[in-house]
């Protein structure tokens, strides 16, 4: 059984890094699986870059190009929807002619077009496509937000700045609607959140759709000695640390507005926590949050590999994720696994991961003060150790590669006949 996984990037990204895990996870299995992405970052061998590195850039900028152009020249939604209009063939490829299956993951961003995906129906090779988000059940955006024009037919669409009755969204939608009926299609929803979205949709609600998380090493995301990994990071070893973590952490949809007016509170009703406690932040932009805590400020930057990772997780007491759209977050699964307690609002699949004071605390959405009142509970009331045993019994259970390799491979099996 050969397998070719496709997503637009190697690692930059949450759907990137769960798809490059889901490869070694099968091929632990002895599944034979290869990557085949736009832009690769290792020298992996089963990584494979497709061709054209010019090509490849004026892809992504025709696709913005087309839709500010049709947007009435505003880059309102410009990087909220995507309308695959661009992209390369990729059946030609040795690689895909060899496949026995493809698994597409995220392709945005001019990776494959919606002609490309239709070249790949017509060779009649069984597709599963990981939802990452609700792009492939709707017309163009990512997230539908409040609209629910995607259980019908998308049109008016409201991310838009020019909203028609044959706008782009319509236009997609008709155009993957085609395409679905003809392929061999089978959709994978990382979330019992998005998979229930994703069986309303008139699009991928017509084909099999079901739920699998991403996989992921528990054995390189577990615990280990707090006070080792915090001199390792040269952090205090005498605070409560919260952690922060983004890829861009000043993108607003991941809430870190909420988690400084959540700390503020915190102070408000534990006044020692300004000396006690500190807040840790990983990703890009960091320094521009320096002067908005009222703890001691710890940055991080952005980080390069998962051992590292994984170091800061041991390091800190609580892993606080105020993301206001998410799927299922590989960040609360690799927190988990190392036994850290999770706090996040009630949005998309956090509450499938977090057990409401079982294993953290799910928290009102959009509300800093229940935010805070989580964090509060589980640094100064919870039964932190078990928690913790919790936490991390929870994430073997459900994301460890070998668990969630059988499930694909079981998938893959059904649609091949095996």
């Known amino acids: 059984m050969r397998i070719l996984i496709v997503n637009t990037s190697e690692k930059k990204g949450g759907a990137a890094i769960a798809a490059r895990r889901l490869m070694h996870a099968l091929q632990k299995q002895g599944v034979n699986a290869d990557m085949l992405v736009r832009d690769k970052i290792t020298t ?52 895909f002619r060899e496949a026995d299956l493809v698994h597409l993951h995220w392709v945005n961003q001019g990776m494959l077009s919606m002609d490309n995906i239709r070249a790949i129906a017509a060779t009649g090779k069984p597709i599963v496509w990981t939802m990452h988000d609700m792009w492939q059940s709707t017309g ?17 669409c409201p991310q838009l700045q020019l909203p028609s009755e044959k706008d782009l969204s319509a236009c997609v939608f008709r155009k993957k609607k085609e395409i ?25 609600g017509t084909k099999p759709v079901c739920s699998i998380p991403n996989p992921l090493d528990t054995t390189l995301f577990s615990p280990q000695d707090k006070a080792i990994a915090r001199k390792q990071l040269n952090l205090p070893a005498d605070k409560k640390l919260l952690l ?4 861009k952490t000043t993108d607003k949809r991941k809430g870190i507005d909420y988690l400084i007016e959540a700390c503020r509170c915190i102070v408000e009703k534990y006044p020692t926590s300004v000396e006690e406690w500190g807040i840790v932040l990983v990703g890009e932009g960091t320094a521009e949050f320096q002067q908005c805590f009222p703890f001691p400020f710890y940055s991080l930057s952005y980080v390069h590999s998962e051992a590292e990772l994984a170091t800061i997780y041991r390091a800190v007491d609580v892993y606080v994720t105020p993301s206001l759209q998410e799927n299922l977050p590989n960040t609360i699964a690799e927190a988990t696994a190392c036994g850290l307690p999770c706090v996040g609002f009630k949005v998309g699949g956090i509450p499938e991961m977090i057990d409401h004071k ?15 009142e989580g964090v509060l509970w589980v640094l100064t009331e919870a039964p932190y150790e078990r928690l913790a045993r919790s936490a991390r019994d929870k994430a073997i259970r459900k994301y460890a590669e070998e668990t969630v390799a059988r499930q694909y491979i079981q998938l893959y099996e059904s649609l091949l006949h095996v």
């Open 44 to 95: 992996d061998a089963h990584v494979h870059a497709l061709s054209g590195k010019w090509q490849k850039k004026w892809h992504f900028l025709w696709e913005c190009f087309t839709i500010w152009k049709h947007n009435g020249f505003s880059r309102k939604g410009l990087f909220e929807v995507d309308i695959a209009n661009v992209g390369t063939d990729i059946t030609a490829h040795p690689l």
């Open 140 to 156: 163009i955006c990512h997230h539908s937000v409040d609209c629910e024009a995607y259980k019908v037919a998308c049109k008016f």
């Open 180 to 204: 679905y009926e003809t392929g061999n299609f089978s959709f994978v929803a990382c979330s019992k959140w998005l998979e229930t979205l994703a069986m309303q949709s008139a699009l991928t």
């Open 244 to 247: 922060f973590s983004a890829a």
């Open 358 to 372: 079982e294993n953290g605390y799910v928290a009102t959405y959009k509300s800093a003060e229940d935010l805070a």
